[in-house]
């Protein structure tokens, strides 16, 4: 087969385009100024207390911008240099989604356009992330509020915890920042931070528990998970290296791929489909669950990057599991009626537990990857039928939504009990989310009339539609859809020069940050050098009110 770098298919990213122009047109017209657009009741969200981080426009800047949507680009880089400031939040934000949505989509729309007035911004958010990093042992809590630099009460705890993604995924960003402003602090505070974890006592090499006691330097529980709280911690070791050139990062990425190898990945029943389970360690033995989360699918590209990007170790193995995991991960989606994985799934059984769908981008990300680094054509059909499905079933005429289940639609609702109905029967579905037409009596399928009488159905309709769809949809279009799903299914088919790979990393937000030396990283005389010593160690803590080590509570940073 002849790799053709500029294979691109500019009909099908044109389609993905004009889903990014609805999804943004939906939010600037009913959610503007706001986080996140909520499309079926046309109003808006925000995370905190009423105050906007501008999450959408922000994690939307990126994917305008490469998309060459110059006027939408134009229009939510206006709104984030006028109206976001972080300092004005009187809430605790997460550290976490913070750091890899607004300070990851802010330097990421520096690094492709350049404007400084980005990066200024950026710095303003970043210095209030800052505060989160003073406890005893330097890595940071979960919420810091920016307007009074103060912890939630239980972060001031002994036995405060924090997840290991909330500590171990800012690295890339932090280090990114040092970098391109010439400051060492970020880079400092978050490799340290990193050094810390790397430090604890573990059973077993290369395996970290999701949990972090984080003054007291200990691990809080035996799970481990590359899914919620634990999945982009591994993910970060990997583009640690590959951003940095730092050798360090990929060794301890290598050892903690192997174990996952080893101790988290499981085969389902039929011996046809891999998946990375959640693991207990008991008694000196690691045991898996049988869950299997839409969140773990991202590591089918994961491992095939690392396994390609330095053939060392069992490198083929571990690229052979990443096709496994991202083709197993697919194969989900052709299990349900509308074509979407479940939230999560029995992996052993391949049966749903969580029904819902999110827009998540997870498997759309693996299939990127493997595209970029096989050609084969079957991971640009997954994609295409990933976004067919999107536009018949998650597409409203303002944005698009999640859906509450991926194998039901609800067609009524029970007159008596109030309690929604649901059906297997998806073939009106289409017709009437396209039309908003009504379904009537003779519509509703025979298997609801042997379980509730039809004379006890209220039917679908215009004039109680809004209730009824809301059942079926989720209420919410994440800011994520926009930096991660609609981004990678679009460079799925455009040109390997899009983003090379070779040059830029993507965060876990999907915000995209050069490689030292291409980009804004381009000429190494303005790298930070990584060298985390005693000098950075009296950095982090000179400022601390209490002693390292100690477990005194500082009364100026807790709110009671």
């Not at 939408?72 to 550290?95: F, G």
Request: aromatic share 12%; glycine share 6%; hydrophobic share 35%.
């Amino acid at each position: 087969m002849v790799y053709d770098r500029n294979n691109q298919d500019l009909e099908k990213m044109n389609v993905i385009k004009e889903m990014m122009i609805h999804a943004w047109k939906g939010y600037e017209e009913h959610a503007w100024g706001s986080d996140e657009l909520k499309p079926l009741s046309l109003s808006s969200h925000n995370w905190y207390r009423g105050h906007s981080m501008l999450s959408t426009p922000v994690d939307a800047l990126d994917t305008l911008y490469i998309m060459n949507l110059t006027t939408e680009y134009a229009a939510s880089k206006k709104l984030i240099l006028a109206t976001l400031n972080v300092d004005k939040i009187n809430d605790y934000i997460s550290v976490f989604e913070t750091t890899i949505r607004i300070l990851g989509g802010l330097l990421s729309a520096y690094d492709l356009e350049g404007d400084k007035n980005l990066l200024n911004k950026a710095v303003e958010v970043a210095e209030k992330l800052l505060l989160a990093f003073d406890t005893e042992t330097g890595i940071p809590v979960n919420h810091v509020n920016p307007a009074t630099g103060r912890f939630r009460p239980q972060d001031m705890e002994v036995d405060s915890t924090t997840s290991l993604a909330c500590a171990g995924s800012i690295q890339l960003e932090f280090q990114y920042l040092s970098d391109v402003t010439g400051n060492p602090k970020y880079a400092e505070k978050a490799l340290f931070a990193l050094e810390q974890i790397f430090s604890i006592e573990k059973p077993v090499a290369g395996m970290y528990p999701k949990i972090i006691l984080n003054r007291q330097l200990k691990f809080s529980t035996n799970e481990y998970s590359i899914g919620a709280s634990g999945d982009s911690f591994y993910e970060y070791l990997l583009k640690l290296w590959l951003s940095t050139g730092e050798n360090r990062y990929w060794k301890i990425y290598l050892e903690a791929a192997e174990a996952v190898q080893s101790y988290m990945t499981r085969k389902s029943r039929d011996g046809k489909h891999t998946f990375l389970a959640t693991t207990h360690l008991r008694l000196e033995n690691f045991t898996t669950s049988v869950g299997h989360h839409h969140l773990t699918c991202f590591t089918g590209g994961m491992f095939a990057t690392g396994a390609l990007a330095k053939r060392e170790g069992n490198w083929a193995e571990l690229l052979a599991l990443g096709k496994q995991i991202t083709e197993s991960c697919f194969d989900l989606y052709n299990t349900t009626k509308t074509g979407f994985s479940a939230e999560t799934v029995n992996g052993d059984l391949r049966t749903i537990w969580q029904p819902a769908y999110y827009l998540r981008p997870e498997t759309a990300e693996s299939i990127f990857y493997m595209w970029r680094y096989t050609h084969d054509p079957k991971y640009r059909e997954m994609g295409w039928q990933i976004v067919q499905n999107l536009n018949k079933w998650c597409k409203l005429p303002a944005g698009f939504s999640g859906l509450q289940h991926v194998d039901k639609f609800n067609y009524g609702f029970d007159l008596e009990t109030g309690e929604p109905i649901w059906t297997e029967d998806m073939s009106n579905w289409s017709d009437f989310h396209a039309h908003n037409s009504h379904l009537h009596e003779h519509s509703v399928p025979s298997a609801i009339h042997e379980s509730t009488p039809a004379s006890k159905i209220r039917i679908i309709s215009d004039d109680n539609f809004p209730y009824v769809d809301a059942v079926s949809r989720i209420d919410l279009q994440n800011s994520f859809f926009l930096a991660e799903t609609l981004k990678y299914l679009y460079l799925l088919f455009s040109s390997d020069d899009d983003i090379p790979l070779e040059k830029y990393v993507f965060n876990t937000e999907a915000h995209i940050l050069s490689m030292r030396g291409h980009g804004r990283r381009a000429d190494p005389r303005k790298w930070v050098p990584i060298d985390i010593n005693e000098k950075s160690k009296h950095y982090l803590f000179k400022n601390l009110p209490f002693g390292v080590g100690q477990q005194k509570m500082s009364e100026e940073n807790v709110v009671m």
